[in-house]
T-cell receptor, first 115, second 117 residues
Framework: AQSVTQPDIHITVSEGASLELRCNYS??????LFWYVQSPGQGLQLLLK??????LVQGIKGFEAEFKRSQSSFNLRKPSVHWSDAAEYFC?????????????FGQGTTLQVKP | EPEVTQTPSHQVTQMGQEVILRCVPI?????FYWYRQILGQKVEFLVS????????KSEIFDDQFSVERPDGSNFTLKIRSTKLEDSAMYFC???????????????FGPGTRLTVT
């Protein structure tokens, strides 16, 4: 069955420090992978996505993620965190073209940024 | 930039009552979804809808739930007889096409917080 695991429920980093949020997935075929961010009271905003090709993908707000098939991982990174990055981050996996397109989400990681 | 909208932002209802959550997907999108997020838990898929019919539903989406696209713009989720455990944030999402990966991403609305008392 498809599943997504985000091992870190809560992470605190200092402003300006680097960030890595972990995501592991279980999927039978080539996965379509996504990272979404949710600020308090807001909906889900897409940060970046991976479908194929270059395994290092760039997203909005200075985020990037690397797909590692051998590790079934799609970790999100940012070299220097800003206070406005404090939010909840969700990793998700979806089926490819021709399927219904539903997304399976991880539990989410709450990012707190210290001044 | 086009966006998915949802109304109301917050709905309070009594157990056993019917509620209808409304969504206006992006106008040229063809695929529509409902997800829910119980407080402190992950976002869960409920149902997908295409060509005026359900294309996939989860175990959560039992007979108490129904979806409808009553006109060319709205997409609704109805819960016939609400239970306490239906309290959650409900997100609507839409996407353009499933045929090409470039149009694969789903756009989410801001959500409706449903509180069942």
């Amino acid at each position: 069955a498809q599943s997504v695991t985000q091992p870190d429920i809560h992470i605190t980093v200092s402003e300006g420090a680097s960030l890595e949020l972990r995501c592991n997935y279980s999927y039978g075929a080539t996965p379509y992978l996504f990272w979404y961010v949710q600020s308090p009271g807001q909906g889900l905003q897409l940060l970046l996505k991976y479908f194929s090709g270059d395994t290092l993908v760039q997203g909005i707000k200075g985020f990037e993620a690397e797909f590692k098939r051998s590790q079934s991982s799609f970790n999100l990174r940012k070299p220097s965190v800003h206070w406005s990055d404090a939010a909840e981050y969700f990793c998700a996996v979806g089926a490819g073209p021709g399927n219904t397109g539903k997304l399976i989400f991880g539990q989410g990681t709450t990012l707190q940024v210290k001044p | 930039e086009p966006e998915v909208t949802q109304t109301p932002s917050h709905q309070v209802t009594q157990m056993g009552q019917e509620v209808i959550l409304r969504c206006v997907p992006i106008s040229n999108h063809l695929y529509f979804y409902w997800y829910r997020q119980i407080l402190g838990q992950k976002v869960e898929f409920l149902v997908s809808f295409y060509n005026n019919e359900i294309s996939e539903k989860s175990e959560i989406f039992d007979d108490q739930f129904s979806v409808e696209r009553p006109d060319g713009s709205n997409f609704t989720l109805k819960i016939r007889s609400t239970k306490l455990e239906d309290s959650a944030m409900y997100f609507c999402a839409s996407r353009n096409s499933l045929l090409t990966s470039g149009s694969y991403e789903q756009y989410f609305g801001p959500g409706t917080r449903l509180t069942v008392t």
